[in-house]
Each structure stands twice: as structure tokens, then as C-alpha cells.
């Protein structure tokens, strides 16, 4: 078929990874259920109106990853179930993080031996003197689902090495008592992924993430730790309470004529 979509021509990526994200999508939502036998290649060709040869490439890509099986003579089968895959809830607030990750496995690849100055990406309270750098990766269930760079303060990372380069910074920090934690800020950006992220998360290049930058400020306003932080979309969900902060019932004002009955006296 040469008439390929041009609602997907309008994107500089490869035309059998937008299908196959399109596909995954459908898994992700449950159009096709785990286990279920997806549409044939004349299915296909229809529905995305797109050549074999990209739908085969599509295929292809999804079944690199484990998300369909292909079987001679029987067709394409979803393999994984992509519904629960949105795990994470992204935390909006210290004690929620606290809670989110304290259980959370870590593979460490790599901790600067010597000081590292900080330069963060937003600016919000004051450089300190020194740092050290630690970059790993944390995983839940055996699956890797973030990558991070921490700039931890040289002093309260020297203090215990161990325990910092083992397990997950922010809680650590939010139990020691000689640690006061004055301020806490994050911000989210949606971006897409390099070589270097995509490898160590395991997801295609150029496959978009959520890009967050996390700032802990001492009771001094200064920047204790700092981290740079990148989700795979598919794992993460963000929730806000948009009534946070807002009186929850709010006392129904009577109208005019209820007023001039709740006036009235008594007779």
C-alpha cells in the first residue's frame, strides 16, 4: 500500500514505531487484552492504513520488548499486560515520596571520588560548597523504572557512604535528626529519551519520558541534594488534589427569597 497515513507522516520519527506505539496503546487500554490474538495484517493494513512492511516492523519492535508473540500458522498474541504498568504515582508532596520509595531496589553505576560543584537546571535556594554524585538506577519488581542523578551534600554524604550509595537518598535524609529539611520543590517536563537513558531503562530510543529536576533545601535555604530524574511515560501517573488548600464544604448562601422567610418572625 503506498497511500501511507499522512496524519503519521507528520512526525519525524519512523513510521513503524508510531504504529507500534499506536498498537501499544490499544494494549495499555485494554482494546486488546493480554492474551487475545490481535488483528491480522489485512486488519491492520485497514485500520492504519499503512504498507506490511510497516506494520511487520511494528510488530516487530513490540515483540522485541515481550508486549506480543507472534506464532507461525496462529497469528500475533498480546504477551504482557500493560494495564498495571502505571505504578508509580508521581509524589506531590516529602511524606509521600518518603513512602513511595523507602522499599524501592537500586543498582548503582557510579559515584564521583572527588567534589562535584551543582549547577541545577531551576534555581531554588542556595548552591552549598560541595557534593557528591551517584548515579543508579531503581527498580521495582525487577524492572527498572527510573533513572537518577543525585547531588547529595558532600558532608551529610560522607557521614554514611554505605547506606547512601545502597538505598534510596530521601528517606534517609527525612529520618536523621540532624538534618532539617526548611524547603522541598520538583518540577516535571515531558521529553524523550537518548542512548544512554534508553539502555539503562530499556525502552527505544527517542521513546518519551517524564523528565523531573528535585531540589532539598537545610533550614538555611541551602540545596542538601538535588536530583535529575527520568520515568518511562507507560510507568508513571500524576494525581493532584486541586481542591488542596480549599475549604471542602462551603456553606450554601440563602437566596433572597429564603432570606426573607428565615427573617420573617415568628407569629
Not at 572527588?114 to 531554588?124: H, I, M, V, W, Y
Request: proline fraction near 4%; hydrophobic fraction near 35%.
Amino acid at each position: 500500500m503506498n497511500n501511507e497515513s499522512s496524519v503519521l507522516h507528520k512526525s519525524r520519527m519512523p513510521l513503524y514505531l508510531q504504529v507500534a506505539k499506536l498498537m501499544r496503546q490499544k494494549i495499555e487500554s485494554q482494546q486488546w487484552r493480554f492474551g487475545e490474538q490481535i488483528p491480522t495484517l489485512d486488519e491492520l493494513e485497514k485500520e492504519y492504513k499503512v504498507s506490511r512492511i510497516t506494520l511487520r516492523g511494528a510488530l516487530n519492535q513490540l515483540e522485541q520488548f515481550g508486549v506480543v508473540r507472534r506464532t507461525r500458522g496462529l497469528g500475533t498474541f498480546v504477551a504482557k499486560d500493560l494495564s498495571e504498568e502505571r505504578w508509580f504515582k508521581l509524589a506531590n508532596n516529602l511524606d509521600e515520596l518518603v513512602e513511595k520509595v523507602v522499599d524501592l531496589k537500586i543498582r548503582l553505576l557510579h559515584i564521583d571520588q572527588t567534589e562535584c560543584s551543582l549547577a541545577p537546571a531551576f534555581q531554588f535556594g542556595e548552591i552549598g560548597a560541595a557534593y557528591r554524585r551517584l548515579k543508579r538506577v531503581h527498580y521495582h519488581e525487577g524492572v527498572p523504572y527510573c533513572l537518577i542523578e543525585i547531588y547529595l551534600d558532600k558532608a551529610i554524604f560522607d557521614s554514611d557512604p554505605e547506606a547512601f550509595s545502597n538505598a534510596p537518598v530521601v528517606p534517609q535524609l527525612a529520618k536523621r535528626r540532624d538534618v532539617q529539611i526548611g524547603g522541598a520543590k520538583q518540577i516535571l517536563r515531558i521529553t524523550v529519551t537518548d542512548e544512554d537513558t534508553a539502555s539503562h531503562l530499556n525502552i527505544g530510543v527517542g521513546d518519551p519520558i517524564a523528565d523531573v529536576c528535585r531540589t532539598i533545601l537545610d533550614e538555611n535555604n541551602r540545596i542538601i541534594y538535588y536530583a535529575h530524574i527520568q520515568y518511562p511515560t507507560q510507568m508513571i501517573q500524576v494525581e493532584t488534589d486541586l481542591m488542596q488548600g480549599m475549604p471542602r464544604h462551603q456553606k450554601k448562601r440563602p437566596s433572597k427569597k429564603e432570606q426573607i422567610i428565615l427573617d420573617k418572625p415568628d407569629t
